[in-house]
């Protein structure tokens, strides 16, 4: 089955992703960790649509690591043991630690889930460093939630990805306008990029 067109047009390197200098850019604090080829667990929090699965997706390609991926919302206690297990038996002594992304981390928290259980599984792992977790959320449940669980919180790197500035948006339409314009059949100017970006910023404030 064909991958739909926003996925295939989705950056797969950290070359092709843009935007998020603080963390992608070179000599920083993400980008060392990426190009050391170990990485230690972090959160990435900030509005939706800014880039935090992409940028997980990206981590996972680049590493020579064993990589899982859990929803917290769908996923129970078992499929977390069942993900640490293969961990450590997936695990070589020289190697990283194996990476857990889990999106909608804050979930793991909230007790209106019912998932408190998996946060009480994952504490003791990322303690000894059995298991590097990414987990995606947003500034608000990050703030709420997540936060106020120091016990928790002090497992993992607080990384925020931030909304594209202007300049930002405009390269990210520029870079895929083709594809699409193609696959639709339309004809964008190079004029109208820019301006509807500025007009989206001023007036569609409550989308990503």
Same mark, same amino acid.
């Given at each position: ?108 928290? +909230? ?6 259980? $998996?946060? *009480?599984? &994952?504490?003791?792992?990322? =303690?000894?460093?059995? #298991?590097? %977790? ?30 594209? +500035? ?6 990210? $339409?520029? *870079?895929? &306008?083709?594809?699409?314009? =193609?696959?639709?059949? #339309?004809? %964008? ?20």
């Amino acid at each position: 089955m064909a991958q739909p067109l926003a996925e295939r047009l989705r950056p797969k390197t950290l070359d092709d992703y843009i935007g998020q200098k603080h963390l992608v850019g070179p000599g920083a604090v993400l980008r060392k960790m990426i190009d050391a080829g170990r990485i230690s667990s972090f959160i990435l929090w900030g509005p939706p649509g800014v880039g935090k699965t992409t940028l997980a997706q990206i981590i996972a390609n680049k590493l020579e690591t064993p990589f899982y991926t859990l929803s917290a919302v769908t996923s129970g206690v078992k499929d977390v043991r069942d993900v640490i297990e293969k961990a450590r038996s997936n695990r070589f002594f020289s190697q990283a630690s194996p990476i857990l992304f889990i999106d909608e981390i804050h979930t793991l928290l +909230d007790p209106k889930q019912g998932n408190s259980g $998996i946060a *009480s599984i &994952l504490k003791p792992e990322l =303690d000894r460093g059995e #298991l590097t %977790v990414i987990g995606i959320t947003t500034a608000e449940e990050y703030r709420k939630i997540i936060e106020p669980d120091h016990a928790f919180n002090r497992c993992f790197e607080e990384l925020k990805i931030n909304e594209p +500035d202007i300049p930002s948006a405009v390269l990210m $339409i520029e *870079s895929v &306008l083709s594809t699409y314009t =193609d696959f639709h059949g #339309l004809e %964008v100017t190079e004029e109208a990029i820019p301006e509807c970006v500025r007009l989206a910023k001023r007036y569609v404030k409550d989308r990503r």
